[in-house]
């Protein structure tokens, strides 16, 4: 069921406030980076965006936040433009979410990946060590960066096995936050997510707007996969919440150079979950077709938010149920139907 509250306050401690606090946040024109801007604006935070490409169409833009925050055009690869913007705007508060995330590019393309991962990630890391103003830092790693393992859920302590390109360009950043939390005493602390989907997603290569974007315009839908791989999937404004309620806690002793996984406990294979949208858009008879080619992605993967649960006070306001009724809403909006 969803629930009506929102980020939930740590126990006796008043709810820190994001207005006129200025926060960068990098990945803006992704998926997950631009619901985060849309929720910081919404909190009336002076927000600054790093752009790399104009994208078309951009979920920041399809959102309306292109006149709501300050953008700057460039890459994270560029560690001068990153010192310079993180002390012009004064910046307090970071994000870095931005990223080459998808898995098959990151397969054929894993030069390009490694450098906007890897190196990426120590230049902002960099930039922020030497910027004076800066009170948190929340780095975006994933589920993935955990690659195969014989122990499931996922849990904090299990090691980072990600050996794909994808995946182990997120488990070297996500060792590379922990190293300057650690090594400079700097207030930072990493997400680990798990599968993320919701409204302006247009991404077709992953899973959930491709199957509802098939679906709704008729289309039979293909699962790359051969349909019994096991994910589980947390709706956006959860993520959101989760990237807000650790950076409102990161200068504390059991959270600063700590990794939070966040997650719905909920796990489908590729199949059910087409069943399931298919059902939820009203055209449970909608076509799939099984492929079986893909290649370098791992059988089971799922998550522990135990800790999230237990020192952040975070749990899931949506299952999986409400969170694609909103999500199926938003696109039947978008694509008209």
């Given amino acids: 069921m969803e629930a009506k509250t929102g980020i939930l306050e740590l126990m006796g401690e008043e709810k820190?406030?994001?207005k006129n606090r200025n926060v960068f946040v990098t990945g803006a024109?992704?998926?997950?980076?631009?619901?985060?801007?849309?929720?910081?604006?919404?909190e009336k935070a002076n927000v600054i965006v790093l752009i790399r490409d104009v994208k078309q169409p951009a979920t920041?833009?399809?959102?309306?936040?292109?006149?709501?925050?300050?953008?700057?055009?460039?890459?994270?690869?560029?560690?001068?433009?990153?010192a310079r913007l993180l002390n012009e705007y004064s910046i307090d508060s970071c994000f870095h979410l931005a990223a080459q995330a998808l898995v098959q590019i990151a397969n054929r393309s894993p030069i390009s990946t490694?450098?906007?991962?890897?190196?990426?990630?120590?230049?902002?890391?960099?930039?922020?060590?030497?910027?004076?103003?800066?009170?948190?830092?929340?780095?975006?790693?994933?589920?993935?960066?955990?690659g195969e393992q014989k122990d499931l859920p996922y849990t904090e302590d299990s090691p980072l096995l990600g050996l794909y390109p994808y995946d182990a360009s997120k488990a070297c950043a996500d060792i590379l936050a922990r190293s300057y939390a650690v090594s400079y005493d700097l207030p930072i602390a990493v997400t680990r997510n798990a599968n993320t989907y919701g409204g302006g997603d247009l991404n077709s290569s992953r899973i959930i707007p491709d199957a509802i974007c098939s679906i709704l315009q008729g289309k039979e839908f293909?699962?790359?996969?051969?349909?019994?791989?096991?994910r589980e999937y947390m709706y956006v404004e959860d993520a959101v919440d989760g990237y807000l309620t650790l950076a409102e806690a990161v200068d504390k002793k059991n959270v600063r150079a700590q990794a939070f996984n966040f997650s719905t406990g909920e796990v489908l294979n590729a199949v059910d979950l087409f069943k399931k949208i298919a059902k939820l858009c009203a055209k449970p008879k909608a076509k799939m077709k099984v492929l079986g080619v893909a290649k370098n992605e791992i059988d089971k993967q799922y998550l522990s938010s135990k800790k999230a649960a237990e020192v952040l006070?975070?749990?899931?306001?949506?299952?999986?149920?409400?969170g694609l009724k909103r999500t199926i809403k938003w696109y039947k909006k978008y694509l008209k139907v």
């Fill in 313 to 322: 006070k975070w749990k899931p306001r949506y299952d999986l149920e409400s």
């Fill in 222 to 230: 293909l699962i790359r996969s051969d349909g019994t791989p096991e």
């Fill in 16 to 18: 820190m406030s994001w």
């Fill in 114 to 146: 490694f450098e906007s991962n890897i190196k990426g990630t120590w230049n902002i890391l960099e930039a922020c060590r030497n910027t004076k103003t800066i009170k948190r830092i929340i780095t975006a790693s994933t589920d993935k960066a955990y």
């Fill in 29 to 42: 024109d992704g998926f997950i980076g631009a619901w985060l801007v849309k929720r910081l604006v919404e």
């Fill in 60 to 82: 920041y833009k399809l959102l309306n936040l292109e006149k709501k925050v300050t953008q700057a055009q460039g890459d994270i690869i560029d560690y001068n433009l990153m």
